[in-house]
């Protein structure tokens, strides 16, 4: 596993793939995260990866306040807001993990940051939510209906919107994730990458068409939260009309056009996978790697699960994108 050794001057020569981000801008976005949220730990995993059948790569992005990736896309957005003459303050909807990031981008810089939760989200990020100083407002409904009010605030109270996917600044931070990957490893036949809104997706499928074409592209859904994935296969956007999952950090109902697109032109591969692989994949991170994965961060290892041929003798990168779940919620689903 050796460094590629690119310079940032030959990144800039890459060929770029037809999608609204730009290589040049997440080289910038990339001085402007804090960093307590770059250069991440990424290890390769013998026990696991023997166990599936691959060479397996572990890219850790929970050692963060935050314990998710998202931090990285909130110090770019927060950190152009503070340098822009627009009013100092945010808003995002939020079943947790960005809520979190927003609040913690926006305490650093003085930027003041409310969150548009639903009454379903879990209880203990949003508690950190409110102890890291962002306000919290709660709608009854799912994300999708804590989306629409976070749009009406922003409409009325001069308020930058921070939509995970839309807004490019967290796509770029994400695609950071991939700069760190493909110069820490001579070769990446695949990476694995959770796909709720579609910026970690997007942002990291980006850099690697750019910088590793020949890397596979795998972007997962849960099977009780199929939206992007269907659009992804229809090429156009298909919305449901619920989201039944444990994975609540990718379970969105309405795909975003823009963002299809993005992921139309990065994406190799976008397998739906069963319930029952996610909490395998949950408790394989924790018996073999000792980690504590949210549902989310483990929908890489139940790909694999459900479609080991297609990953067996390969070197396959699988992002942890979050650890924020409750203990006992933890403990149940990573029973035997």
Same mark, same amino acid.
């Given at each position: ?114 969150? @548009? !939760?639903?009454?379903?989200?879990? *209880? /203990? ?10 306000? =919290?407002? &709660? $709608? ?109 950090? @990718? !379970?969105?109902?309405?795909?975003? *056009? /823009? ?10 591969? =976008?397998? &739906? $996978? ?63």
């Amino acid at each position: 596993m050796q460094p590629v050794g690119e310079s940032p001057a030959a990144f800039r020569k890459a060929s770029q793939p037809d999608t609204r981000l730009d290589l040049r801008r997440i080289l910038e976005a990339r001085e402007q995260i804090s960093r307590i949220f770059r250069d991440t730990p990424q290890f390769g995993c013998p026990s696991l990866g023997d166990l599936l059948g691959c060479e397996l790569v572990i890219k850790l992005e929970t050692a963060n306040p935050i314990r998710c990736f998202k931090g990285r896309g909130t110090e770019v957005a927060m950190s152009r807001l503070a340098r822009s003459a627009e009013p100092q303050a945010s808003v995002c909807a939020s079943a947790g993990n960005l809520g979190q990031a927003l609040a913690y981008s926006g305490r650093e810089r003085g930027i003041g940051v409310t969150v @548009v !939760a639903a009454t379903s989200a879990n *209880a /203990a990020k949003i508690d950190h939510i409110r102890r890291l100083g962002a306000a =919290v407002e &709660l $709608v009854k409904g799912d994300i999708e209906d804590a989306r629409e009010r976070a749009r009406e605030i922003a409409a009325s109270g001069n308020a930058l919107l921070v939509e995970d996917s839309e807004n490019l600044d967290t796509c770029e931070g994400a695609g950071t994730i991939g700069l760190e990957l493909v110069e820490g490893f001579g070769r990446i036949d695949t990476i694995l990458l959770a796909l709720g809104g579609g910026a970690l997706a997007t942002g990291v499928g980006h850099v690697f068409k750019c910088l590793s074409p020949a890397t596979e592209v795998v972007c997962i859904q849960p099977s009780g939260a199929p939206a992007m994935a269907l659009s992804w296969r229809a090429r156009s956007v298909v919305t449901t009309d619920r989201a039944d999952t444990i994975a609540d950090g @990718v !379970a969105g109902r309405f795909p975003i *056009a /823009a963002v299809l697109q993005d992921l139309l032109a990065v994406a190799n591969h =976008v397998p &739906l $996978v069963e319930e029952a692989s996610i909490k395998a994949g949950m408790r394989l991170l924790h018996r073999h790697a000792g980690l504590v994965a949210e549902p989310s961060a483990a929908l890489g290892v139940a790909a694999i699960l459900e479609d080991p041929s297609r990953y067996r003798g390969k070197r396959v990168v699988t992002v942890i994108c979050g650890s924020n779940v409750l203990p006992e919620a933890f403990s149940v689903w990573t029973q035997d």
